[in-house]
T-cell receptor, first 113, second 116 residues
Framework: DGGITQSPKYLFRKEGQNVTLSCEQN?????MYWYRQDPGQGLRLIYY???????QKGDIAEGYSVSREKKESFPLTVTSAQKNPTAFYLC????????????FGQGTRLTVV | AQSVAQPEDQVNVAEGNPLTVKCTYS??????LFWYVQYPNRGLQFLLK??????LVKGSYGFEAEFNKSQTSFHLKKPSALVSDSALYFC??????????????FGAGTRLAVHP
C-alpha cells in the first residue's frame, strides 16, 4: 500500500529528553511537512522540505529539528528546548506544486510525563 | 500572506438535513483551496480542492464545495448529512510561491456534529 507511515502512535517523554518521531512515505513525493495540532486549534507548521537535504522553518520551529537525508524520510526531533511539547504531531507529503493536495500520516501523540 | 478563516467552531445539523461548513480566504493571486476531514486521533483525509474552472467542486463521500470569488469564500456542503459525517473539518490554502517554496496553511477547524 502506498502512503505515509508515522511511528510510534503514542510516545511518552520525560522532562529534558530529546525524542524523535518517524515519518516515512512511499508515494515518491518531493515535499514533506510536519504540523503540530493542539486541542481546539488548527494545524501549525513546524518544518517543511521541498527536496532532499533542504528544509525550511515553519511558524513554530523553535525547539524542533529535522533532517531530510532521503526522499522517503523526514524525521522530527523534539528537543528539550521545546517548552510545551505535549501535542498531536502530523506528518504530510505532497507532489511539489501549488495545486497539489497533501497526504497525511495517522499522527503521533506525544505526552510529557 | 495567504490565510483562511473558519468562522464557526461547531456546526450542528440533524441527520438527513443539508449541511454547510464555512470558509473564507485571503490570497494574493489565484487561490488554491482545499478541504480536509479529521476523525478522532487520526490524520487528515483529503476531501476536495479548487484550482480553477467550475465554481462547484465535487469531492469524496458526497461532499462538494462552492467557490465564490466575489465573497472570497469556499464553503463545504452536503445535501444530506449522515451521523458518520461527524468529524473535524479543515479548510486550507496554498501559500504563494516565495523563494521556491509553498506552504499549506490551515484554518482552525470546524467541528461538525450530526444528530440522529
Amino acid at each position: 500500500d502506498g502512503g505515509i507511515t508515522q511511528s510510534p502512535k503514542y510516545l511518552f517523554r520525560k522532562e529534558g529528553q530529546n525524542v524523535t518521531l518517524s515519518c516515512e512515505q512511499n508515494l515518491n513525493h518531493d515535499a514533506m511537512y510536519w504540523y503540530r495540532q493542539d486541542p481546539g486549534q488548527g494545524l501549525r507548521l513546524i518544518y517543511y522540505s521541498q527536496i532532499v537535504n533542504d528544509f525550511q522553518k515553519g511558524d513554530i520551529a523553535e525547539g524542533y529539528s529535522v533532517s531530510r537525508e532521503k526522499k522517503e524520510s523526514f524525521p522530527l526531533t523534539v528537543t528539550s528546548a521545546q517548552k510545551n511539547p505535549t501535542a498531536f504531531y502530523l506528518c504530510a507529503s505532497s507532489i511539489e506544486g501549488k495545486n497539489t493536495e497533501a497526504f497525511f500520516g495517522q499522527g503521533t501523540r506525544l505526552t510529557v510525563v | 500572506a495567504q490565510s483562511v478563516a473558519q468562522p464557526e467552531d461547531q456546526v450542528n445539523v440533524a441527520e438527513g438535513n443539508p449541511l454547510t461548513v464555512k470558509c473564507t480566504y485571503s490570497v494574493s493571486g489565484n487561490p488554491y483551496l482545499f478541504w480536509y476531514v479529521q476523525y478522532p486521533n487520526r490524520g487528515l483525509q483529503f476531501l476536495l480542492k479548487y484550482i480553477t474552472g467550475d465554481n462547484l467542486v465535487k469531492g469524496s463521500y458526497g461532499f462538494e464545495a462552492e467557490f465564490n470569488k466575489s465573497q472570497t469564500s469556499f464553503h463545504l456542503k452536503k445535501p444530506s448529512a449522515l451521523v458518520s459525517d461527524s468529524a473535524l473539518y479543515f479548510c486550507a490554502v496554498r501559500d504563494s510561491w516565495v523563494g521556491g517554496y509553498n506552504k499549506l496553511i490551515f484554518g482552525a477547524g470546524t467541528r461538525l456534529a450530526v444528530h440522529p
